[in-house]
């Protein structure tokens, strides 16, 4: 490897870790909401580690091309103070050579950065929820306290008494939907204290129903009423616990992801012959658009470190006697249009020409406008 390219590539590598380091410990800031939750369903302490871990590869292919960007102009603004871009260029070497290295290293942090999203962001993602959903299912009182959880499912709980997190409750209400007769069933309990692996409560009422034969007969009412009972953590939470959870698109790994539209596209070609509903069509066709808008994003992430870094590459470069800051704002700009391009497309992924010209469109301005700014570099314009 030649001297030049070492020195290009060392000093490119230094500020992009730094910069890697330094966007995870704000971006999990950013996940500290999600994290205090977990925290707050009473998880040991190693997997509250564990749960946080699981945030960094679910942050990071978002922060590498922003680090590329910095690295790529902080190196081009370093060589045009210090005068080595222009004894280089006089030495006869072009603006393609002396950015070659930096533009082979971006685009091979691009590479990394598509493994990464698809592979380890992924795996992260699906075992964080994973670990979320056992300890939601392991302890009944944690469900207890989500009431944002509970009605999602069909319930409501209402706690007027003192409570901890997975220890203990006063004063509890719970309404339940009976998916069987389509009913309601109160439940209310003076105290509940979890011990072990068992279930203890006081002064329990329960109030049930009974589907009777005529639909135009008043439901018989059961009502139930026990002063001290104990039952097994597991048996309680099967009232709530659902048969299982959707794997979302951002949960699976490339060649999963790969299947699942195959799947759809099956599902899509045998509709006429299953005489499938119309809305069971349109269903499996958003799916597909959405699982097409995933496969769309990952390659737009992964191209946006070649994007940023070249974009590094062209406006960090300052041939004018006297400092600007010119280049800086147009960088700014362009990176804040692909960022909000980025994020808007998450929130449409249904749609998937727009959110695909959402996630395309940015890198083909930044492509444009750096690719121009070194040609005019190139022929001594400012």
Known sequence: MPILWRYLLSQYIKVFFLSIFSFIAVLLVTRLDEIAQFASLGAANHFIWLFALYQIPYILPISVPISCLISAILLMQKLSRTHELTALRAAGLSMRSITAPILIAGATFGVANFYLISELSTTAHRYAKQLEIELRSINPLVLLQNKQLLRLRGAYVDIQGQSHPGTYAEDI??????????????????????????????????????????????????????????????????????????????????????????????????????????????????????????????????????????????????????????????????????????????????????????????????????????????????
């Open 173 to 382: 209400f719970f309404a339940v939907h009976n998916k069987n007769d389509q009913r309601l069933n109160l439940f209310v309990a003076k105290n509940l204290v979890s011990r072990g692996e068992d279930l203890f409560a006081k002064n329990v009422s329960i109030i049930s129903s009974i589907k009777t034969a005529d639909s135009q007969t008043a439901d018989h009412l059961m009502i139930e009423n026990i002063a001290d009972t104990q039952t097994p953590i597991a048996d309680f939470s099967q009232i709530m616990k659902k048969n299982g959870w959707r794997l979302n698109d951002d949960h699976l790994n490339l060649r999963l992801l790969i299947v699942r539209i195959e799947s759809y596209k099956e599902q899509l070609a045998n509709a006429e012959n299953t005489a499938m509903g119309v809305e069971d069509i349109a269903s499996i066709q958003k799916h597909l658009r959405q699982s097409y808008t995933e496969l769309v994003r990952r390659f737009s992430v992964a191209f946006a470190v070649f994007a940023f870094t070249l974009l590094g590459c062209s406006y960090g470069v300052g041939i004018s006697r006297h400092r600007k800051n010119n280049g800086v704002f147009v960088v700014v700009a362009l990176a804040a249009m692909y960022l909000s391009a980025f994020f808007i497309a998450k929130q449409v992924t249904s749609h998937f020409f727009l959110a695909s010209t959402l996630l395309l469109l940015p890198h083909v301005i930044i492509m444009f406008a750096a690719i121009r700014n070194l040609i005019r570099i190139k022929r001594g314009i400012e």
